[in-house]
């Protein structure tokens, strides 16, 4: 199901005409199942339902096999499972030579989820089924530096929009996800003092959406959303990959060991206020926007770009105008995008020997002027980083575009919503 998962997605950005991609088709299935039974696990309902889940479709021998149940203990959870709507008989067709055995699927249909990345400038939002395809998004120019009460209130429009046009009420909402450009406390679902979003330091996010929609809110980091969606759809066959995202600010999301890790207090990652001393500057350190200075982002994240190609007289204000320049050519923007790969590849360098990552995939908007960062990142990680850690490593672009981090945040919904202890105290909470 993962592996289906993945080629869905695979689909979807290709339909929205992104960049083409092929799955390898030989890459082994993901070891990563939301849950498989360990001796003496008893094999709860919720249990069951993320075995049906992980395979997409499974008879009763076949839970029976791999729980070590007894069939009447099968028959009894699925009748629970089923009676809350959690999983459906998979149509199956009847042959000459007699009935094939009934299977059971999960119901995709049961619920709706509702996601939004946010970057600097804009947000993507979607409607999504239980599953994670997507039913109807959006884009919309909101920018997060408004305030959390505008930002909040002019989402709640967007997502009522979504949900009419999927013909869905708020009962229907099973979970909420957010990504934050910012450094996030994903217990407590709060922005911690976010360099940039003025206002949205510790603002109770989660108790906005309460009253309005009955299910869990997650608020993500957007380079772990990405991490997470970049990873789930086409790299589950190595175990630790760090996503590097590019864009107005520089960040990370580091996969561990097939698991998202987010350090002890949600922090990890933040690579952009990491302070280098770049070995072809002797001048004062710049002003970050975290007020320190020589900020890893103060040299090569898009802000900075544009700071140096506007001191430079390019009359540029975004990164999508950066990444023009760099594809029209112009020498000034070229030579930053290339220095801004090397800045960033020194700290990546350092994450690479830390961590050893099987995989660095590169995105968000500014990694577009593709050609020069690479070139940049690759000089850096390969001349400072030990063999053994570079050897089998691969750097890539993203390929999920900016349905990465609506990708990643509804498989942290789902794996939330779905997580079997919280099923097996919803069905005993409605009497299953
Ligand atoms: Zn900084």
Not at 279 to 293: A, E, F, I, Y
Request: net charge neutral; glycine share 12%; hydrophobic share 45%.
């Amino acid at each position: 199901m993962i592996e289906t998962r993945g080629a869905d997605r695979v689909r979807r950005a290709t339909d929205r005409g992104e960049r083409e991609v092929s799955l390898n088709a030989s890459a082994p299935a993901s070891s990563a199942l939301p849950w498989a039974p360990a001796a003496g696990e008893t094999g709860s309902a919720g249990q069951v339902l993320a075995l049906i889940r992980a395979a997409g479709a499974l008879t009763r021998a076949d839970i029976a096999a791999r729980t070590g149940l007894a069939r009447q203990t099968v028959g009894n959870r699925l009748d629970a499972l089923q009676a809350a709507g959690y999983v459906t008989l998979a149509s199956t067709t009847s042959t000459a030579r007699g009935r094939p055995p009934v299977q059971f699927r999960f119901r995709p249909d049961g619920g709706v989820l509702l996601v939004a990345e946010a970057g600097a400038t804009g947000i993507r939002a979607a409607v999504t089924d239980l599953a994670g395809a997507v039913l109807h998004d959006v884009r919309s120019a909101l920018d997060v530096t408004i305030g959390p009460r505008r930002w909040l209130a002019a989402l709640d429009v967007v997502f009522d929009d979504l949900l009419g046009r999927a013909g869905r009420a708020a009962t229907d909402v099973r979970g909420i996800g957010l990504a934050l450009p910012g450094p996030i406390d994903f217990e407590r679902a709060v922005v911690v003092s976010p360099p940039i979003m003025t206002g949205w330091d510790e603002y109770p996010i989660r108790s906005w959406f309460e009253g309005r929609y009955p299910c869990p809110v997650l608020v993500e980091n957007d380079a772990n959303a990405m991490a997470v969606g970049e990873y789930r759809a086409f790299h589950t066959h190595r175990s630790s990959v760090l996503m590097l995202k590019l864009a107005t600010g520089v960040g990370a999301g580091i996969i561990a060991d097939g698991r998202l890790y987010r350090g002890f207090d949600g922090a990890a990652g933040d690579i952009g206020h990491i302070q280098i001393t770049p070995p072809d500057d002797d001048g004062d350190p710049p002003l970050c926007r975290c007020g320190n200075r020589g900020c890893i982002e103060a040299y090569a994240g898009g802000w900075a770009i544009i700071r140096d190609l506007n001191a430079g007289g390019r009359a540029v204000g975004s990164v999508r105008e950066v990444v023009g320049l760099v594809s029209a050519g112009d020498p000034l923007a070229t030579a930053l995008s290339r220095r801004a790969g090397r800045l960033v590849g020194i700290a990546l360098s350092d994450a690479v020997s830390l961590l050893n990552p099987g995989v660095v995939i590169v995105g968000g908007a500014l990694s577009a002027a593709a050609n020069e960062l690479f070139a940049g990142l690759r000089e850096s990680v390969y001349a400072r980083s030990l063999p053994l850690a570079t050897r089998r490593l691969e750097i890539v672009a993203a390929r999920l575009g900016d349905g990465a981090g609506v990708s990643g945040l509804t498989t942290t919904v789902t794996d939330h919503v779905f997580d079997p202890a919280r099923v097996d105290a919803a069905l005993a909470r409605s009497g299953g």
